[in-house]
């Protein structure tokens, strides 16, 4: 038997968004093209979903604000949601949770969406005065904020893509998207810091691990490096000297040919999710170690897979973890692991057929049910350690 023991202090949690998870929000442009109805009703359901948070032995929880639920109308604030937050913010912290706040996760309120939403320069004087507001309510309460959850993602899918609102193909549209995430991120950075309050500040960067896809080809072995520089490190030069911290979502690896965009190794080669992603353990290192030359502390602030049936879960967990723990005993200053997801929810584009949760939602009665592996995850969070067997 073999401890694997992480740093003191480290953060273990799970993540989830609101438009995922809480249920009722009409006034998102992701409400007219893909409503997500009552979701997992976490909006309602939260402390009993806190309570499972503490059952599991997680000491850290990373959610989203609905934008459109605190500004409804460009200007007008929502009373009585900024108390819901309020509720929600201090019934974690009564367990003595560490709070860990996105303000962006995909979502928009229809009104930025009718404007031009994050394509429209104005997006960042709302999004700054939107941030501040909720900084304003609930600084006290809050230990980390996140300004924006996977930008290029984000940028990528809705305007180049088209899958997501609003659906466009336009490579101009996704420049200045880029250009003014990159401004509001800096600008949120500088407003927050003119607070004494104690909090950390920071971004989250959906980063693959590129790898050439015939590694004796000079073509491919570019391709991968311009992936790595594009994907991985592009936005975080961009503003590295305004975070306090790197959050890293990490997923998988691609493999990187002369076809556009990637090419998937062969289907015998290791496994897959339950939505075709590799899953590949190794690749969190390396990414990890790309991350270092930023002398940031690096929390995981997702990693997870979609897997119904809990028949990978664990043993992705396990590898994963193990992966993390040599990049720490290595030198990289990895100071939390955020599981995705907590709970099952609403997988945007492809509903809710994707199971991503440690705990299983019953989408008809709303039942929460734990799978065995998130108890597996527990004792990880209890003994701040993975324990590997020998077998
Ligand atoms: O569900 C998403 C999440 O919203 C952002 N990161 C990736 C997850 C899985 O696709």
């Not at 023991?5 to 998870?21: C, E, I, M, N």
């Not at 460009?74 to 303000?103: C, N, P, W």
């Not at 311009?226 to 991985?232: E, M």
């Not at 999710?273 to 690749?283: C, F, K, V």
């Amino acid at each position: 038997m073999k401890k694997l023991k992480f740093p003191k202090d480290f953060l273990w949690g799970t993540a989830t968004s609101a438009y995922q998870v809480e249920g009722g929000i009409g006034n998102s442009d992701w409400s007219k093209v893909y409503p997500a109805g009552l979701a997992c009703n976490h909006y309602n359901l939260y402390e009993k979903d806190f309570d499972l948070i503490k059952k599991l032995n997680q000491n850290a929880y990373r959610f989203s604000i609905e934008w459109s639920r605190i500004e409804p109308e460009e200007g007008k604030f929502d009373k009585r949601e900024i108390e819901h937050y309020r509720r929600y913010l201090q019934s974690l912290k009564a367990r003595k949770i560490t709070t860990i706040v996105t303000l962006h996760h995909f979502t928009n309120p229809l009104w930025l969406a009718k404007i031009g939403g994050w394509a429209n320069k104005k997006v960042v004087f709302y999004f700054s005065r939107f941030a501040n507001r909720v900084f304003d309510e609930y600084k006290d309460l809050v230990d980390f904020w996140i300004t924006i959850n996977e930008p290029l993602i984000y940028g990528s899918i809705s305007y180049l893509e088209r899958r997501w609102p609003p659906k466009k193909r336009n490579p101009i549209l996704f420049l200045k998207t880029l250009r003014n995430q990159i401004t509001c991120h800096k600008k949120i950075y500088e407003i927050f810091h003119k607070s004494k309050n104690n909090f950390q500040i920071g971004i989250v960067k959906h980063n693959s691990y590129f790898e050439p896809f015939n590694s004796k080809s000079p073509l491919d072995r570019f391709n991968a490096k311009v992936y790595r520089y594009f994907w991985n490190e592009y936005f975080l030069n961009r503003i590295k000297n305004h975070l306090d911290f790197v959050g890293l979502n990490y997923y998988s690896r691609d493999k990187v040919g002369i076809k556009f965009p990637f090419q998937k190794g062969s289907e015998n080669e290791g496994k897959w999710s339950d939505i075709g992603w590799e899953i590949y353990p190794e690749g969190i290192y390396h990414v990890l170690k790309g991350l270092k030359k930023y002398n940031l502390p690096i929390y995981i602030t997702e990693n997870g897979l979609a897997d119904a049936k809990d028949k990978l879960r664990k043993d992705f967990i396990k590898n994963h973890l193990y992966w993390v723990h040599k990049a720490i005993e290595e030198g990289v200053d990895v100071k939390g692991y955020f599981h995705w997801s907590l709970m099952d929810n609403f997988e945007w584009e492809k509903g809710f057929d994707p199971r991503f949760g440690l705990i299983e939602i019953d989408y008809k009665t709303l039942e929460r049910k734990i799978r065995p592996s998130a108890l597996f995850y527990a004792k990880i969070c209890k003994e701040n350690a993975l324990i590997l067997c020998r077998d």
